[in-house]
């Protein structure tokens, strides 16, 4: 998957959790960009595509469910997984509600976020290809309606 260099952004306050995911998914091969709050994540979502986002739940200017519903709102095929120290059901519940498509709790082992990742997105590849199909399928349809006339 990683080879196709698929764009992962991480939102995280900790520089830490940064530098420690960013760094390994590097390695893995995937493009990484890394926003501290969820106001440069936005600007950066606007101005670039990402693949997947890795965000936490607590951010310094917003909550993390608050930033999923705005990254969701702008990009709504972009896979979001949510990333806490503060796990609670509330908090997971929230985040699938809005749309987040996985929920992990800190400290996460890079091993099972990387095939988390994997997964998700060879989901989206799934569905993407899915809309292509549909979108070709429909074309070819309106094409013999128009030969047809």
Do not use: C
Request: proline share 3%; glycine share 4%; no cysteine.
């Amino acid at each position: 998957m990683a080879q196709n260099k698929k764009r992962i952004l991480i939102v995280d306050d900790d520089e830490a959790v940064l530098e420690s995911i960013g760094d390994y998914l590097a390695l893995k091969g995937y493009i990484v960009d890394t926003a501290k709050t969820g106001t440069e994540a936005i600007e950066k979502s606007r101005k670039g595509f990402f693949n997947l986002a890795i965000l936490d739940i607590r951010l310094p200017d917003m909550d993390g469910t608050e930033l999923l519903t705005k990254m969701h709102n702008t990009e709504p095929k972009m896979m979001k997984v949510m990333l806490t120290g503060y796990p609670n059901s509330q908090n997971a519940i929230d985040s699938v509600n809005r749309g987040a498509d996985a929920y992990l709790v800190k400290p996460v082992q890079l091993e099972k976020l990387f095939k988390l990742i994997e997964q998700k997105l060879a989901e989206q590849d799934k569905e993407t290809k899915m809309d292509k199909d549909k979108l070709v399928s429909y074309i070819e349809s309106r094409d013999k309606e128009f030969d047809e006339k």
